[in-house]
């Protein structure tokens, strides 16, 4: 089982930053891939970033360009930065983790409302 714990979410002005992070109860080492995903009132679950354990990162072309996933193995933590936010970036955030075996996890997620 890996355990995920989300923090850093928040209220913020559009063109704000905010910094979201998941920390991991293993090595995420141990893991296949990390990655973002968020949800919006009536609409379905999309990715934001992913890494790889290899350290390639994927962004979905919407946070291109103003998000930047990043990670520090000493802390098995995972995190998304985020600047030039918009208010339909307002969404729950989920923090995933994919196993070897390609298992998922799921953080609690985390409330991120842009205002405009």
């Known amino acids: 089982q890996v355990q995920l714990v989300e923090s850093g979410g928040g209220l913020v002005q559009a063109g704000g930053s905010l910094r979201l992070s998941c920390a991991a109860s293993?090595?995420?080492?141990?893991?296949?891939?990390m990655g973002w995903y968020r949800q919006a009132p009536g609409k379905q679950r999309e990715l934001v970033a992913t890494i790889i354990r290899g350290g390639s990162t994927n962004y979905a072309d919407s946070v291109k360009g103003r998000f930047t996933i990043s990670r520090d193995n000493a802390k098995d933590t995972v995190y998304l930065q985020m600047v030039s936010l918009k208010p339909e970036d307002t969404a729950v955030y989920y923090c995933?983790?994919?196993?070897?075996?390609?298992?998922?996890?799921w953080g609690q997620g985390t409330q991120v409302t842009v205002s405009s």
């Open positions: 995933n983790a994919k196993s070897l075996r390609l298992s998922d996890y």
């Open positions: 293993v090595s995420i080492f141990s893991l296949n891939a």
